[in-house]
């Protein structure tokens, strides 16, 4: 089974993505999707669970998104890291 997370201190955010996420799903994929928004409940969440595929904000208010990566990717380094910003200085263009 896929497990998929999806991590913004925003719940909109969050939701948004979920649904996307929804929408082009495959049926022939055994997959779980999890939103978290809290990041309390984050840092509790990542370790005890492990996921194949995050999706996870940059910003995440008293926490950076790229420290919790190194996290994720300690303690599982297969782990496919997205991230999702709406902070433009963190485009590369």
Same mark, same amino acid.
């Given at each position: 089974?896929? +497990? @998929? !997370?999806? $991590?913004?201190? &925003?719940?909109?955010?969050?939701?948004?993505?979920?649904?996307? !996420?929804?929408?082009?799903?495959? /049926?022939?994929?055994? #997959?779980?999707? +999890?939103?978290?928004?809290? @990041? &309390?409940?984050?840092?509790?969440?990542? +370790? @005890?669970?492990?996921?194949?595929?995050?999706?996870? &904000?940059? /910003?995440?208010?008293?926490?950076?998104?790229? &420290?919790?990566? #190194?996290? !994720?990717? /300690?303690?599982?380094?297969? $782990?496919? @890291?997205?991230?999702?910003?709406?902070?433009?200085?963190?485009? #590369? #263009?």
């Amino acid at each position: 089974m896929m +497990k @998929i !997370l999806v $991590c913004d201190d &925003d719940q909109q955010y969050v939701d948004k993505i979920m649904n996307y !996420l929804d929408l082009y799903k495959n /049926e022939n994929i055994d #997959h779980s999707i +999890k939103g978290i928004s809290d @990041i &309390d409940q984050l840092l509790i969440d990542i +370790k @005890i669970n492990k996921y194949d595929l995050v999706y996870l &904000d940059i /910003e995440l208010g008293k926490v950076n998104g790229i &420290d919790i990566a #190194h996290r !994720l990717m /300690e303690s599982n380094p297969q $782990c496919i @890291i997205v991230f999702v910003t709406g902070y433009y200085q963190y485009i #590369h #263009h």
